[in-house]
């Protein structure tokens, strides 16, 4: 009996507080996530780091003994120049020397990473100048390319999304949240094909030192605007129409971006989606609403029958003739 009665109790206080619990579990699995790709990527990425390490420190030590005028100390400050120049875009490799990071199609490009919030890093500004407009920049036109990406998204999803599920739902019968399923999974293979394997194949001819795969992971880096900025198109020696190339990148970026932000949206209006999400939100209480609801009714009904009552009075005050007599008088008077 005591078991019975508490286990009840505890599934009533699992059930009240369903959406604490959810979201616990939510804030649990994310850090198990996080703490998941920790470990694979040091497991994976640890061994080339500690062979890289390991060769370059041969490829030190054999320069320092082929060339015994030039000190430890010496080669290092140079490396040390070398590295923070390429750091701020700028090599001193001879065949990097054509390309400049800041004509005005380099610029283009950098402020459309700057404001998409990809951020490649591979160009910076050096100039303290440079540094404050790029702050002040960032500041109005990062909302006010949200603003812009959010107007397009909704116009597009009208005709993209929403009209062709009501079409098929209304014209021919089908199931709207089947419809649904299915028009996200085909405009997420469409999305997927236009904007990363296309692309992807595009860039592994363009590049000359990229494949496929590479080709494929900068595309998904740039349009989920992670921009880890290891592998930047157009910077490779003496490319062919570069400035070209580089307003034709940029307009893919934007373009990209704007589908991928439909997708995503297309998605979450999914019923499926929508349940889902709700388990973590904040349920409403719902005796407060319905305090509210009846405040709001108590105050529509009085305020009815006030202004029925002021019009009564109104009625009476403007009829001259009508008499406060009883109706038993009224009908005597007429029977004499």
Avoid at 65 to 86: I, T
Avoid at 129 to 137: H, L, N, P, R, S
Avoid at 151 to 167: D, G, K, N
Avoid at 238 to 258: A, D, P, S, V, W
Wanted: hydrophobic share 45%.
């Amino acid at each position: 009996m005591l078991q019975s009665l508490a286990g009840s109790s505890c599934v009533r206080l699992v059930e009240q507080h369903r959406s604490a619990w959810c979201f616990a579990l939510l804030v649990l699995g994310y850090l198990l996530y996080l703490v998941f790709g920790a470990v694979v990527f040091s497991s994976v990425e640890l061994p080339y780091e500690d062979l890289l390490r390991q060769e370059l420190g041969k490829l030190k030590q054999r320069f320092l003994e082929e060339h015994a005028c030039l000190s430890e100390q010496q080669l290092e400050q140079f490396l040390m120049r070398v590295l923070e120049a390429s750091n701020y875009g700028v090599s001193v490799l001879s065949n990097a020397s054509g390309n400049w990071n800041w004509d005005f199609t380099s610029s283009l490009f950098f402020a459309s990473t700057v404001l998409s919030t990809t951020g490649y890093g591979h160009t910076v500004p050096l100039s303290d100048g440079g540094k404050a407009f790029c702050i002040i920049y960032s500041v109005i036109g990062i909302p006010f390319t949200l603003l812009f990406l959010t107007a397009v998204v909704q116009r597009i999803i009208v005709y993209v999304t929403r009209r062709p599920v009501l079409y098929f739902h209304i014209r021919w019968g089908f199931s709207k949240q089947v419809v649904a399923v299915i028009h996200a999974m085909v405009l997420g293979f469409i999305t997927v094909s236009c904007f990363f394997l296309i692309p992807a194949a595009i860039f592994s001819v363009l590049e000359d030192d990229w494949n496929f795969l590479e080709s494929f992971y900068f595309c998904f880096i740039s349009l989920s605007t992670i921009g880890l900025g290891d592998y930047v198109p157009g910077e490779g020696y003496n490319q062919k129409f570069r400035e070209l190339y580089k307003i034709g990148i940029t307009c893919y970026l934007l373009m990209g971006l704007i589908a991928m932000l439909v997708v995503l949206e297309t998605f979450c209006e999914l019923h499926e989606l929508k349940k889902f999400r709700k388990l973590f939100y904040v349920k409403k209480d719902k005796e407060e609403d319905q305090v509210h609801i009846m405040e709001h009714d108590q105050l529509s009904f009085s305020s009815i029958s006030d202004q029925a009552a002021s019009m009564k009075d109104d009625q009476k005050a403007n009829e001259p003739f009508v008499n406060s007599q009883s109706p038993t008088s009224n009908d005597s008077s007429l029977n004499n």
